[in-house]
């Protein structure tokens, strides 16, 4: 059998930071270099390259078979968006024939098949595709979808076979839609971001610049490519700036997490890396003590470790520094950014090399109310997302609309190109967060003097109990102190009381199976949250797993709270 060699980090093509008219343009450049794509088993064995230029060829090909099969520009085209070849190229595909491609999520482990065919009909609903493209492995759930919705649905290996007659493609304007990008917690009202061939192109002109990718640069990732960090960072960003890349599937990377580290090590060139940051703690978590770090691994090359897509933990961050340091993994590696679809993907960054930096602040500022004298302040740690993106205005805003100045906390408004064009067939929705230019982004922080971004929370993710108000990740995390919990095992959000009366409530994933140790873990975290709030709450134990995601990992406070109110999530009875 005849070894593999992957696509070279440099070539002698020269690079071109992200800088062409349209995304049609970037394929066409990147294919005349000998860099692209590398698709790793679930060991992180190389099982297939594939060059940009055999990209572009296949692209091509798929193109021609849409238009003879009826597509035309401004169509969507729906694509589950499992990392490999095919939806690579029929990603670029529909780009090339004017269609607007739409990735949607795989099936997850949580949930059942009706769960996953109802998430797949409502985006097919909102989004009207033209026709539904599948991996052949799901046949059953995804016709069913696109059966429900009316549009034709076919696997991509079916697709392959049809005819691909040659006839003229059409010319991209950059003013153009590129693709619709359905948010990860998408579920009953999903809003469809359309992105602008110029807004994609700046965004990942921005972020390459801020990030200083350059040559010899390698990206290794695992991030699933319906979500923007995993389709925008790192797969259409590594095309529009010709970067070779390593990937993990992202259900590879479930199984077994420190297969991505194990990836990276063995590749000596890889330099760049991006997760949430739950995926570095699941990495912290899952080396035992028996683990000789310093022979398995190798991170000494890993330059840029990008963290972002939720809030960014600094506790969390330092255990990966002390659990991977002696493998050559450096703190200041560490590149926070804040981002959001809107957005197309990044809005700011942290420069390379400056790594994790921290402000306390304390808890009452965090959420307007003031403090009771009585008892002692209480600080968290706000994590710096680092600096706005060239061409790309920040500003904090008030309840009425006004400038926040420096160290005021209010909602994130940011305008630049990349901001999008509008959400799909929504001018409401649009017109609610689009105003003069400006995306009301829905998240709260604040600016420093040096104009860097600390984000403190999601406005509506806020609980508001007796005029006061909590911040639902301070709670959690206050809970998490407790032994034996992980990142991810609590969720809280305020409902309301028999009395009528609002309260926090708390769900806890629970791996204690004695009775009278239930009850007392119950007791523990109640205290836990009476001391970060004042205020009694509603504390509910509940299996493991049985939390909601969204389809790229993050807790859904907001599902919760609908399966919780429901009966769908059932807490485990605990003896009187």
């Not at 809005?347 to 959420?367: A, W, Y």
Request: some cysteine; glycine content about 8%; hydrophobic content about 40%.
């Amino acid at each position: 059998m005849t070894e593999l060699t992957p696509t070279p980090n440099d070539c002698a093509l020269p690079r071109i930071r992200a800088d062409f008219a349209t995304f049609n343009d970037a394929v066409d450049y990147a294919a005349r270099s000998e860099k692209g794509l590398n698709f790793h088993d679930m060991r992180g064995e190389l099982e297939l390259v594939y060059p940009y230029s055999q990209m572009r060829e296949d692209a091509i090909a798929m193109a021609y078979r849409l238009i003879d099969a009826g597509v035309q520009k401004a169509d969507r085209v729906a694509l589950i968006a499992e990392t490999g070849p095919d939806f690579a190229a029929l990603f670029c595909a529909c780009t090339y024939v004017g269609a607007w491609p739409v990735p949607l999520p795989l099936p997850t482990t949580f949930g059942g098949k009706e769960s996953y065919i109802d998430q797949l009909s409502v985006q097919l609903q909102s989004s009207d595709p033209k026709m539904l493209i599948y991996p052949p492995e799901i046949v059953d759930m995804a016709s069913a979808a696109a059966e429900r919705q009316g549009c034709e649905g076919i696997s991509w290996d079916v697709l392959g076979e049809r005819p691909a007659p040659a006839v003229d493609l059409p010319k991209a304007d950059p003013e153009d839609i590129c693709y619709l990008q359905y948010s990860s917690g998408s579920t009953r009202f999903p809003q469809g971001v359309a992105v602008t061939h110029k807004a994609l192109l700046h965004n990942l002109y921005g972020h390459a610049a801020s990030m200083d990718i350059g040559t010899n640069d390698r990206v290794a990732s695992w991030l699933p490519w319906y979500h923007d960090m995993g389709l925008v960072g790192c797969f259409l960003s590594l095309i529009a700036n010709q970067v070779s890349v390593d990937y993990l599937k992202t259900e590879h990377f479930a199984r077994r997490p420190l297969a991505w580290l194990d990836l990276i090590s063995r590749n000596k060139g890889t330099t760049l890396s991006y997760s949430p940051t739950f995926g570095y703690d699941i990495c912290a978590r899952r080396v035992s003590s028996q683990t000789n770090v310093a022979e398995r691994f190798d991170l000494s090359r890993w330059r840029l470790a990008g963290n972002g897509a939720d809030m960014i933990r600094p506790d969390v961050m330092q255990n990966f520094v002390n659990a991977f340091a002696a493998a050559g993994f450096k703190a200041n590696a560490f590149t926070p950014s804040y981002g959001l679809a809107e957005a197309t993907l990044a809005v700011t960054v942290m420069p390379p090399g400056e790594g994790i930096r921290v402000e306390l602040v304390e808890e009452e500022r965090l959420s307007g109310t003031r403090r009771d004298l009585s008892r002692p302040a209480r600080y968290r740690a706000i994590v710096n997302c680092g600096k706005p993106l060239p061409d790309m205005d920040v500003e904090i805003r008030g309840e009425k609309g006004e400038v926040k100045s420096e160290h005021q906390i209010g909602k994130v408004w940011c305008r630049g190109p990349s901001v999008m064009h509008s959400y799909f067939r929504n001018q409401e929705a649009t017109d609610e967060c689009l105003v003069d230019g400006w995306l009301d982004t829905g998240d709260m922080g604040y600016v420093d003097a040096e104009n860097y971004l600390f984000i403190v929370g999601r406005a509506k993710d806020m609980i508001i109990i007796n005029g006061k108000n909590h911040w639902p990740q301070d709670i959690e995390w206050a809970v998490e102190q407790l032994p034996g919990f992980n990142h991810g095992d609590i969720a809280a959000f305020a409902i309301e009381t028999e009395n009528g009366e609002e309260a926090p409530a708390v769900l806890v994933h629970c791996r204690v199976t004695d009775p009278d140790e239930r009850v007392k873990l119950r007791n523990d975290i109640a205290d836990k949250v009476r001391a970060v709030t004042g205020m009694n709450c509603v504390v509910e134990l509940v299996p493991p797993r049985t939390l909601p995601r969204t389809s790229s990992g993050k807790l859904s406070r907001a599902k919760a709270k609908k399966l919780y109110l429901s009966g769908e999530i059932e807490p485990i009875q605990l003896a009187a």
